[in-house]
């Protein structure tokens, strides 16, 4: 089995909140999986990483590997209460999404690692698709667009239930080794150190939480402890730049003076962008040929040829 995610860097295993956990948890199992940090969205049936690959199957998103796992019989027993996922879900998970891909201060930031991480040219179009979907996600439990104004952006509540979950957290943990005991970690403690980690690790220009985080010394240990014992293994990129490289390119999608994306400017970028994309890696892998007429060479026209046509098959 192979499981694919993207990369991440110095202490951070994977930029990605579903791909670290899933790696987490395939580590604290002992699951006889290869770890892959050049995954590519594309090969994914949903569009997003992790995935993952068991002869000609393919499993894709974190809940589904987790229950493939467990019919493969690693796990089986380890399950988050209901009561304990719901609490994460309802108290931590909207400001950790909003922070991450709805903040315009931070989502170019967080597009543009992501894009890094993502093969050419579908690098213009995926990491997009995190935006959406956590836009999507906010008007259902905060009853709001990212598209507004940033003056009706209301995170106040969110955040202050974001606070209180850390805090319940740093109670917990107390000086335990795990969360719910034991000799190992288990699903639970994937998941926060999956969250907490890229909070504490990511550069983001806005990151309210992260302040909070470090005032928690024995999170922030049980966080260091788990990345030593068990991920030091998977291969992470080189340093990320400061954040501050990105300015340029956040003035070019938030409108300044209204406090909003500047969606225009966006869809048209990326339309752009996508389409010369796909054009000229078409071209170059002989999807689409060029042929000069004989009699008027001042005429050229695209031919696609389904015959001899690469498609996009697995790594």
């Given at each position: 089995m ?19 956990r899933i790696?987490?948890?395939v ?9 892959s940090?050049n995954?590519?969205?594309?090969h ?5 990483l ?12 974190y809940?589904?590997?987790i ?7 690693f ?8 009561s ?24 170019d930031?967080t597009?543009i ?7 050419f ?8 698709k995190y ?10 439990v905060?009853?709001?667009s990212?598209?507004?104004?940033l ?15 850390i ?21 639970f ?18 990151n ?12 922030v240990?049980?966080i ?7 991920l030091m ?20 999608f ?7 994306l500047s969606?225009?400017v966006v869809?048209t970028?990326?339309g ?17 040929e060029?042929v000069?007429?004989?009699n008027d ?12 046509s690469e ?5």
């Amino acid at each position: 089995m192979e499981l694919y995610i993207y990369s991440g860097f110095d202490q951070l295993p994977s930029i990605d909140f579903d791909c670290l956990r899933i790696a987490a948890y395939v580590k604290f199992k002992e699951i006889p999986v290869k770890i892959s940090t050049n995954g590519n969205p594309h090969h994914s049936p949903t569009g997003f990483l992790p995935y993952l690959k068991d002869d000609n199957k393919i499993v894709a998103g974190y809940d589904e590997i987790i229950e493939f796992f467990r019919s493969k019989g690693f796990g089986s027993g380890d399950f988050i209460s209901a009561s304990y996922e719901a609490y994460f879900e309802f108290q931590f998970l909207p400001y950790f999404r909003y922070v991450l891909f709805g903040d315009p201060n931070n989502a170019d930031t967080t597009r543009i690692l992501y894009a890094k991480r993502t093969p050419f040219p579908f690098n213009f179009v995926y990491p997009q698709k995190y935006i959406k979907q956590t836009s999507e996600f906010l008007k259902i439990v905060a009853n709001f667009s990212i598209e507004d104004k940033l003056i009706h952006h209301n995170t106040a509540d969110m955040i202050l239930n974001a606070k209180k979950y850390i805090n319940m957290l740093t109670e917990r943990i107390d000086k335990k080794r795990w969360f719910f005991g034991g000799q190992k970690p288990n699903e639970f403690d994937a998941t926060i150190y999956a969250a907490i980690s890229i909070l504490l690790n990511l550069q983001l220009p806005i990151n309210d939480l992260k302040s909070h985080i470090t005032e928690c010394p024995n999170l922030v240990n049980y966080i260091d402890r788990i990345r030593k014992k068990y991920l030091m293994d998977i291969r992470v990129g080189e340093s990320e730049p400061n954040p501050a490289i990105f300015n340029r390119v956040q003035n070019v999608f938030i409108n300044k003076e209204k406090g909003t994306l500047s969606n225009a400017v966006v869809k048209t970028m990326f339309g752009f962008l996508t389409v010369g994309a796909m054009v000229f890696f078409a071209i170059s892998h002989g999807i689409l040929e060029i042929v000069t007429d004989d009699n008027d060479n001042d005429n050229a026209q695209y031919y696609g040829d389904d015959d001899d046509s690469e498609t996009f098959g697995d790594e």
